[in-house]
């Protein structure tokens, strides 16, 4: 017999992953094309407070989905500006991104403080969504859990089978290649960054429409890092990805339970468990080490000039 | 590395240095000759974070509304422990602050530091043990607050079962779960209590996920002990009862919020202002409970029955006039020892050095 409790934590668990999963495979693509944007965790901020703050003056999720990708959007082309054409230090730049969305989202979100968000419509199939178990669990979810999900097999198929994910990889494998036989490669790269900042944005909107819908300081709460490490583990794999995040959100959310049905062990050593399991879980998937350093892209964190 | 990319960083440093900044701004342009008795606050938090700092702020205001033209006050917010605060709490005393307030445990040695550089400015250090002259503590009984909250908890929880989103494992914690369990049980025998630590103080999502955690164990009462209102919200979203921490988190639960324990700073930061003016100030230790205001609680929800809410009126106004104590005796361990003996009292020292869990918490302790 399932227990009561199974399919509201599994609800839990997706609720937790999904901002993972889309500053995830946003900076799968962006890292693809050769460039490292520490700052997933300020566009995520950015995301969370310019959506919540348009969700609250308008009531539209639309509305507040579309500026919580635009405001992740518009912090990456600070960032794409700044290392692709001034070709700045990307590390350095990326984590100023990440201060400056911090302390920008904290400025914007003051008088959002303690307001609160009805929260996004959740798909409501008559019956369909009544059914036990996969009812609310696969037709129950909100819309931005369907977009993250539509997102990895959007990511996979682009990178892997369409002529400009062949590009985009070509240009973040080897950038003077790229460039000598003709592509565009700051164009591609800056592309990239820009779609990696709209779904950073997009995980940081969720984090204030739908996982804890209200506004506060530093919300995100290290989710962008998180979505940082996800990337390397999972060997710049959306599909890994996908898996990687649901496998933290998972443990993160287990391990609360077990603390609830009051089992004796550390707390400090329950937080610890989702990012020593994650970690373990995609070293071994990815234990091959050829094969991992064929999956870095090699001019990944270079900068370049098409005179030089 | 070329040029641009030297460019690149210079702008990335610059950024920084500007959000930096903004910490040490706040006390430097201060002038001391215009007779005004010049009082300073150092936030651990912003005052956007709707629990511990914000009720310190609101403390700072209601000095300015009692004071007026008399005072002038200042406040430092988000600054880290450390070195840092030291530098704050330093530059406030030597721009000629009269009174510094600094508001976070970790504050404690800096503020001792500073304070013997500086005799003839006075010093406030919240929730610490360590005092000198002109270096006074004070911090809430917070635990009496709980007390109440437990009484209404015991009377309103269907299932038997109260959740409990907790922080650390450190006596304030620890006290509060004991002040809450010990006033369930005592109205009603059955209540257990279920505590999920989640290892900050601050984080809306991980207290989130606790909280439905709880809720999915059967928990119908939603204690929290972290700072954020993303519990009281979950609560409210999922139907069931919650109390507020710190400070009156209704607006996040209408419906599920019962009542809140509230940090109320003002009386005392308004007391110890005026100390000073009248200069009567002297060092010392103040642990105020309902008696001298520092704890309250935001209004009774409406949906609370007429007889529990004479209940839990009736604890508080016993624990102001010292009928009723949180830690009345009898009081067994988990291990069914018992702590305080039938007709005592726990002592200020016991509650203060509190670790271990009375009868009816399940699980034990993490060490």
Partial sequence: MIPDWLTPAIMTIITASTPLVFAAVGEIMVEKSGVLNLGVEGMMIMGAVAAFAIGVTTGSATLAILFGALAGLVLALIFGLLT?????????????LTLFGLGLSALIGHSFVGETFSGLPKLDIPFISKLPIIGPLVFGQDVLVYMS?????????????????????????????????????????MMAVLFGGSMAGLGGAYLSLAYTPLWVENMTAGRGWIALALVVFASWRP????FGAYLFGGITILQLHVQGFGVAIAPQLMSMLPYLATIVVLVLISHDVNRFKLSAPACLGKTFHPSQ | MNKSSLIGIGLAVVLIIALL???????????????????????VGPIGDHG????????????????????????????PYGPDSERVIGKLASSGTDLIFTTS?????????????????????????????????YSGRFYEGRHVAGLIAGKMTKTNTIGYVASFPIPEVIRGINATILAARSVNPDVKIKVIWVSSWFDPGKEADAAKALIDQGADVLFQHTDSPAPVQVAEKRGIWALGQASDMRQFGPKAHLTA???????????????????????????????????????????????????????????????????????????GKVVVKAGERASDKMLLGMNFYVEGVDGSIPK
């Fill in chain 2, 261 to 335: 324990i509230i940090d109320d700073w003002a009386p005392y930061y308004v007391a110890r202002t005026k100390a000073v003016m009248n200069k009567t100030w002297t060092s010392g230790d103040t642990w105020g409970g309902f008696k001298s205001g520092m704890v309250r609680m935001a209004p009774y929800n409406k949906a609370i029955p007429a007889d529990v809410v004479a209940l839990a009126e009736k604890a508080r106004k016993g624990i102001i006039d010292g009928s009723v104590h949180a830690f009345q005796g009898p009081i067994k361990d988990q291990a």
């Fill in chain 1, 239 to 242: 599909g890994r990805a996908i």
């Fill in chain 2, 52 to 79: 511990w700092t914000y009720e310190h702020n609101e403390g700072r205001l209601a000095i300015e509304k009692a004071l007026g033209e008399k005072v002038k006050t200042t406040y430092v917010e988000k600054v």
């Fill in chain 2, 21 to 43: 900044s903004s910490v040490g701004q706040g006390p430097s342009e201060k002038a001391k000759d215009d007779g005004k008795l010049s009082v300073g606050f150092v936030y």
């Fill in chain 1, 149 to 189: 999900v539509a997102s990895v097999f959007f990511a996979g198929w682009f990178l892997n089978k369409t002529r400009w994910g062949l590009v985009l990889r070509a240009v973040g494998e080897n950038h003077d290649a790229a460039h000598a036989i003709g592509h565009p490669v700051n164009f591609v790269r």
């Fill in chain 2, 105 to 137: 445990f970790g504050y404690m040695d800096p503020t001792i530091k500073v304070a013997k550089k500086y005799p003839n400015v006075k010093f406030e250090h919240a929730t610490g043990y360590k005092r000198s002259d002109n270096t006074a503590t």
């Fill in chain 1, 84 to 96: 692709l054409n001034l070709r700045a230090n990307q590390v350095a730049t990326g984590l100023a």
